[in-house]
């Protein structure tokens, strides 16, 4: 079974940074994907960014492009979303999630992932 356990949330004022971590277990890890997602109270769930299986290619919101990275450590089964210059509106909880299947066709897309941690909250003050 797929386990996905996020950490490194917290409360930073706008203009920080913060690195959210996620460690899998249950399959092998290098073989697939991952994603961060987050959603804000009262808000949908909505995408933030993805990695492909190597970690040569990543994918982005628009809102975040350019602030956040994301990036994998296939060694240690971790994920990584480094997040910079933070916004207030940046805050909600945030998510990782993991596809069903090794073939990705839309990174973006809450359908393509199966797997989600239990999220982990980032607040900005502005």
């Known amino acids: 079974q797929v386990q996905l356990v996020e950490s490194g949330g917290g409360l930073v004022q706008a203009g920080g940074s913060l690195r959210l971590s996620c460690a899998a277990s249950?399959?092998?890890?290098?073989?697939?994907?991952m994603g961060w997602f987050r959603q804000a109270t009262g808000k949908e769930r909505e995408f933030v960014a993805a990695?492909?299986?190597?970690?040569?290619?990543?994918y982005y919101a628009d809102s975040v492009k350019g602030r956040f990275t994301i990036s994998r450590d296939n060694a240690k089964n971790t994920v990584y979303l480094q997040m910079n210059s933070l916004k207030p509106e940046d805050t909600a909880v945030y998510y990782c999630a993991a596809p069903g299947q090794i073939r990705v066709r839309d990174y973006a897309s809450l359908r393509t992932y199966a797997y989600w941690g239990q999220g982990t909250q980032v607040t900005v003050s502005s």
């Open positions: 990695v492909n299986w190597s970690g040569s290619s990543t």
């Open positions: 249950g399959r092998t890890f290098s073989s697939y994907a």
